[in-house]
């Protein structure tokens, strides 16, 4: 079983940055998707953005130039480097872990609500 716990949570002004970590233990498969979700108030669960096993990205429109999603390379501490906050990013940030049945080198994971492993979340604020 992974287990997933967020750190990095806080809050700035307009125009900050905060780098937001995902501890995972357990053991983490080769074919492990890992994606951050966020709730975004009034609106349902949003994915932001999602990493493979090779280090291949996907983004949300929404912050697609501002934040960038990482992993050490023992793959066990996920990042979200998030930039250029605006006060739409505020919410409830969530790290996530899905085991893909099949995934190439090339493929992306998918940013859907279908991830099957998650972290206890942690509060981003930005302020005007």
């Known amino acids: 079983q992974v287990q997933l716990v967020e750190s990095g949570g806080g809050s700035v002004q307009t125009g900050g940055s905060l780098r937001l970590s995902c501890a995972a233990s357990?053991?983490?498969?080769?074919?492990?998707?890992i994606a951050w979700f966020r709730q975004v108030p009034g609106k349902e669960r949003e994915g932001v953005a999602s990493?493979?096993?090779?280090?291949?990205?996907k983004y949300a429109s929404s912050v697609k130039g501002r934040f960038t999603i990482s992993q050490d390379n023992a793959k066990t501490t996920f990042y979200l480097q998030m930039n250029d906050l605006k006060p739409d990013d505020s919410g409830m940030y969530y790290c996530?872990?899905?085991?893909?049945?099949?995934?190439?080198?090339?493929?992306?994971?998918?940013?859907?609500?279908?991830?099957?492993?998650w972290g206890q979340g942690a509060r981003v604020t930005v302020s005007s």
């Open positions: 996530a872990a899905w085991k893909h049945p099949f995934l190439s080198r090339a493929g992306q994971c998918t940013l859907s609500d279908i991830y099957t492993h």
């Open positions: 357990g053991t983490v498969a080769s074919t492990y998707c």
């Open positions: 990493i493979t096993p090779y280090d291949i990205t």
